[in-house]
């Protein structure tokens, strides 16, 4: 099991437990490693619509013998009156972990405060280290580990770049960064990276970022609650979509956290091409949460 009870940011985790919760989710991928967490339990709390966070999370408990609530805005008191202390007291009498994908992430903290059970960020505005765990269990499937991969983020330093700068740091992969000014990954985040000895490069334009790079990662540039900045962002970002013309003469594939949107960020032909792991990393979060909830929930082995 892990020391942190926590999941709410990737670094959570020290270098050796996330190495450990990515052989516990290939092991489980590949079906080396027979985790259960029979009759467990997980809340699911969302302030923000998803996809992939609410399926993989909900058919990973199930296939490993567990069940999860989906609790919606509509569901419970969640921001209607209810201190979320009390909301998180109270399912902690219940569940045995507790996932949330919010906006705010002092929203998160909070739960997290007054949880007696792990509680695990499925998404804030700052922070996507769920994702974070998918995406490096992709690269190191692709590249057989991190030792020698450039990686390079292109687009907007929003909650997902800044999450996956971090781990890239943590797992030794060296990424190159190129945002418009205006939008670039944290200073702090940059720092925090530079304490595991990854500060990442930042280039001055797209092309010097991907010149060299082994795997491209986008994510869109106008994320959830930020639609009145759409006029203002599309301006700023002009000349950072993820194309063929952005990657000629290299070999690199393409990463994507989904969902796109084709002809913003990235190209449809790239999405559709040969490149993109993108589908692989969207798989991925459903074996990377499993092992992650076996390493929190228990050492999920049958007899």
């Known amino acids: 099991m892990l020391e942190t009870t926590h999941f709410l940011d990737i670094d959570d985790l020290s270098t050796n437990e996330l190495v450990t919760v990515l052989d516990r989710a290939a092991a489980i991928k590949s079906g ?5 967490l029979e009759d467990q339990t997980l809340g699911m709390v969302f302030e923000k619509p998803s996809t992939r966070t609410r399926i993989s999370f909900e058919t990973g408990m199930t296939q490993l013998g567990g069940h999860a609530i989906f609790l919606g805005p509509d569901d419970i008191h969640l921001g209607r009156g209810e201190p979320l202390s009390d909301t998180s007291r109270v399912l902690s009498r219940y569940v045995d972990a507790v996932m949330t994908r919010l906006f705010d992430h002092s929203d998160l903290e909070e ?6 059970v792990p509680v695990v960020n499925g998404l804030t505005d700052d922070a996507h280290p769920c994702q974070t765990l998918a995406d490096l269990l992709t690269i190191r499937e692709e590249f057989g580990g991190f030792d ?3 990686a390079a983020w292109v687009g907007d330093g929003n909650n997902v770049g800044q999450s996956f700068v971090v781990g890239a740091a943590m797992a030794g992969l060296d990424v190159t960064v190129a945002t418009p000014a205006d939008y670039g990954i944290d200073d702090d985040v940059v720092a925090h990276a530079a304490e595991y000895g990854g500060e990442p490069t930042i280039a001055e334009t797209p092309e010097e970022a991907v010149a060299d790079a082994d795997v491209v990662y ?3 540039w106008i994320s959830m609650g930020q639609e009145s900045e759409r006029h203002e962002k599309l301006a700023a970002f002009e000349g950072y979509q993820v194309n063929e013309g952005l990657l000629a003469g290299t070999d690199a594939k393409v990463m994507h956290c989904l969902p796109a949107h084709r002809g913003e960020e990235i190209s449809h032909d790239v999405l559709e091409s040969d490149r993109a792991l993108v589908w692989d990393q969207a798989e991925n979060r459903l074996h990377a949460q499993k092992g992650l909830l076996v390493e929190l929930l228990d050492d999920g082995r049958s007899e």
């Open 218 to 220: 986008t994510d869109v």
């Open 111 to 116: 739960i997290a405060k007054y949880a007696d």
């Open 148 to 150: 020698g991969v450039q």
């Open 32 to 36: 080396a490693d027979d985790a259960r």
